[in-house]
């Protein structure tokens, strides 16, 4: 199993450019997330998404977007990118909701110029 | 404003001691409380959970929870090189599906 799966690593953008960063996970999970890390900011939740055909904002939704395809994918659309979401960003799953077990994946490094 | 605060460290320690690692947090209907491991350019890993108030042991890990005080911490026995990454402290209140991260204390282990 590839457990929590990202593409791409790293992208540069530049301002007002769209992109999708996209996430798969193949453990069977309802629950998917989609945070951001910023140094000397730590981790912070963007979207999550509950179970399939569910979505809700987290601390810092604004600027992105996001689609839970199906059950294994989700995905966070930058739709006109900034300066200041430079950041890595995680995906992350969860058996369910109530599971305090949140699987991580290796992240994407972006950069907007 | 829900706050989870560390310690930024650098947190050095030799090869074999005792690491102690806290965090307070400022929401009083906090939960459930987490320590993730992050090696340098790696994802979070969960290391320990704990729910209720008293010591937690797993191996080499001893989580610490006192509610009243909003306190949890980890320590680390025996630390290893293996150990030297960022540890992050993270709480969820009941009922919350979001978990807020403290911003993680860096700890390097000394050979």
């Known amino acids: 199993n590839a457990g929590v799966t990202q593409t791409p690593k790293f992208q540069v953008l530049k301002t007002g450019q769209s992109m999708t960063l996209q996430c798969a996970q193949d453990m069977n999970h309802n629950s998917m997330y989609w945070y951001r890390q910023d140094p000397g900011m730590g981790l912070r939740l963007i979207y999550y998404?509950?179970?399939?055909?569910?979505?809700d904002k987290g601390e810092v939704p604004n600027g992105y977007n996001v689609s839970r395809l199906n059950k294994r994918e989700f995905s966070l659309r930058l739709e006109s990118a900034a300066p200041s979401q430079t950041s890595v960003y995680f995906c992350?799953?969860?058996?369910?909701?109530?599971?305090?077990?949140?699987?991580f994946g290796p992240g994407t490094r972006l950069l907007v110029l | 404003q829900k706050e989870v605060e560390q310690n930024s460290g650098p947190l050095s320690v030799p090869e074999g001691a005792i690491a102690s690692l806290n965090c307070t947090y400022s929401?009083?209907?906090?939960?459930?409380f987490f320590w993730y491991r992050q090696y340098s350019g790696k994802s979070p890993e969960l290391i320990m959970s704990i729910y209720s108030n008293g010591d937690k042991e797993d191996g080499r890990f001893t989580a610490q929870l006192n509610k009243a005080s909003q306190y949890v911490s980890l320590l680390i026995r025996d630390s290893q090189p293996s150990d030297s990454a960022t540890y992050l402290c993270?709480?969820?209140?009941?009922?919350?599906?979001?978990?807020?991260f403290g911003k993680g204390t860096k700890l390097s282990v000394i050979p």
């Open positions: 929401d009083r209907g906090s939960q459930s």
């Open positions: 998404s509950a179970s399939e055909g569910t979505t």
């Open positions: 993270a709480v969820r209140r009941a009922g919350s599906y979001q978990l807020t």
């Open positions: 992350a799953s969860s058996e369910d909701s109530s599971q305090e077990t949140q699987y």
